[in-house]
């Protein structure tokens, strides 16, 4: 299952692949519909001005699905890797082993950052278990499983005039991304600005 979105200029911009994973029992086998890849896609077409190729899969709470989901993500191409769902303490809850399971290196700040936010809607939020590692070229990080906590947790909090209150997790996307060799990630500033030291920012931008 594949999507590409709408480019402001397709040919001064990096084409970006991204692997958009949801995981549930229930919704994979038909239950109830799906309402995170949906989330997932609607929020990076947003916040993204590069074309955009998605590579989506509805997956079952199982580990060694999940982990060899990512894997085959990564090695078509994602740069980038979004996961949805199974991150909670419940018994069926193995996104994050799934993930730490196919790693070649850690990130923790991500999943801080994503309960810290978290914590500033629900006490709950400390339950959550998200991480974010590297495999290879390739960012892959566990998110909530609402759609609402999707968009809270990569955008941050602004205030009423619009004022960035808490930085969202998708702020350091785009560097993390160059740092492991991905393509230049454009973001849309209204949405979420991307940070760049100032020697990782290309001219002209």
Not at 131 to 160: C, F, M, W
């Amino acid at each position: 299952m594949s999507e590409t979105s709408p480019s402001v200029d397709a040919a001064a911009l990096d084409a970006v692949k991204i692997g958009i994973v949801s995981i549930s029992d229930r919704a994979s086998t038909g239950v109830y519909e799906d309402k995170g890849l949906p989330a997932l896609k609607d929020w990076l077409t947003r916040a993204l001005q590069n074309p955009l190729h998605f590579d989506a899969r509805l997956i079952p709470d199982e580990q060694a699905t999940i982990s060899a989901t990512l894997i085959e993500l990564v090695d078509a191409g994602c740069n980038l890797v979004l996961t949805t769902g199974g991150t909670g303490p419940a018994l069926r809850d193995v996104t994050p082993e799934a993930t730490l399971a196919v790693a070649h290196k850690e990130m923790p700040g991500f999943g801080e950052q994503m309960r810290q936010i978290g914590l500033k809607f629900v006490p709950t939020a400390i339950l959550s278990r998200q991480v974010a590692v590297i495999r290879d070229k390739s960012l892959i990080i566990n998110l909530p499983g609402q759609p609402k906590a999707i968009a809270e947790t990569l955008e941050g909090l602004k205030d009423a005039e619009g004022q960035q209150v808490v930085n969202g997790i998708f702020a350091a996307v785009p560097y993390c991304i160059d740092l492991v060799g991905g393509p230049y990630l454009e973001t849309v500033d209204s949405v979420c600005k991307a940070f760049r030291p100032k020697s990782a920012v290309r001219p002209g931008k």
